[in-house]
């Protein structure tokens, strides 16, 4: 199936953007410590190269880096997350001369909200081959965590043509359980939500500091880490979480997931945390087993926030990786 490649559509920064921007502005010009104003200036610095294109009628926040001829690999996030999530893996493999693609899934990050609420798979996924389509990428390799991991695994099946090769980070197959399905979104959304968020934006970072360290990871994410998640949880449209949870939560979602993975023949690497609550490593083995070319990886003393607990390691399996699937191995 071919695809005309669409013309980048080139939109201002959203309001989302112009603000935390100004907000850190301004925080370096007053007189933070030294641990503060280093951390500020790493944001800056994260900052400053946003892009942003209309995509589907919606303006998305996205960062292109490295060489423009180099293979591109686009990087996905997770529910709840931003493109930052993947801040430490970006110059690394730009470095090794990959094109390195991040950006915020609508309703995330500093990507707008979709007025018409489609916080779905497919809908994403739509995205991601809109956003394909205006770089002119061609064949590309896909890593994608968590939620990003359905979004890709859906444009896999859907785009085979564009994909290159796939690596999914804290990933695995669900089971669908009736009240599980009924109990788990109205869970979520009260405490992300209901508490994480507004906390979040009475700057209470601690707080879900504690969350994350007692409940998610098995390692300590270092503090302006953990403020980049805060980030996350202040820019993330409340309605983008509660749907995006109802609809994973449903059958057809969850056993489309197997499915899917069985029509994949590009190399695929699956990487479980050894102590993953979430997306626990037996379902990812589970899932693994439908890749016709399939690696399975268990990552040791991980939970579930793989890009901020253990990000050199992330980095080093998907150079791995990305070398396998070149070779053709």
């Known amino acids: 199936m071919n695809h005309a490649s669409s013309p980048i559509v080139a939109a201002e920064p959203t309001g989302k953007y112009n603000a935390y921007l100004g907000a850190v502005q301004d925080a370096l010009r007053g007189k933070p ?5 280093r951390r500020l200036e790493m944001e800056q610095r994260l900052l400053e190269p946003a892009q ?52 915020d899934l609508k309703g995330h990050g500093f990507s707008d909200s979709d007025p018409e609420k ?26 994608a965590f968590s939620l990003g991991a359905f979004v890709a695994l859906h444009y896999a099946a859907t785009y085979p ?27 979520l959304d009260a405490v992300f939500n209901g508490l994480l ?5 009475l700057q209470l970072w601690v707080i879900p500091f504690l969350y994350t360290r007692m409940v998610m990871a098995q390692n300590t994410p270092p503090v302006s880490d953990i403020k980049l998640g805060i980030l996350s949880l202040i820019c993330c ?4 979480v509660r749907i995006s949870a109802k609809q994973l939560a ?16 590009q190399p695929t690497l699956l990487v479980a945390g050894d102590k993953d609550p979430i997306m626990q490593p037996k379902g990812a083995q589970e899932l693994i ?6 690696v399975y990886f268990e990552m040791p003393k991980c939970g579930h926030l793989i890009l901020f607990e253990l990000p050199r390691q992330v980095v080093q399996v998907l150079q791995i990786h990305l070398k396998t699937a070149r070779q053709g191995i």
Not at 237 to 240: T, V
Not at 252 to 258: A, K, N
């Open 237 to 240: 449209d409340p309605e983008a």
């Open 33 to 37: 410590g030294r641990r503060e104003r």
């Open 250 to 265: 449903r059958r057809d979602i969850l056993e489309s997931v197997p499915q899917h993975m069985a029509q994949i023949t």
């Open 161 to 187: 043509e564009q994909v290159a090769s796939l690596a999914f980070f804290n990933f695995s197959l669900l089971r669908y359980n009736r009240v599980a399905s009924m109990i788990l979104p109205r869970l």
């Open 118 to 143: 489609q916080y779905t798979v497919e809908s994403f996924s739509n995205d991601l081959l809109a956003l394909a389509d205006a770089l002119e990428l061609g064949p590309h390799h896909i890593a």
């Open 52 to 103: 942003f294109m209309v995509l589907n009628g919606i303006t998305h926040h996205y960062q292109d880096t490295g060489p423009r001829d180099g293979e591109p690999i686009v990087l996905v996030h997770g529910w709840d997350c931003s493109a930052f999530w993947w801040h430490h893996i970006v110059h690394p493999l730009a470095a090794q001369g990959y094109r390195v693609i991040i950006y």
């Open 197 to 201: 968020r507004p906390i979040a934006r």
């Open 289 to 294: 087993a439908f890749a016709d070319n399939g």
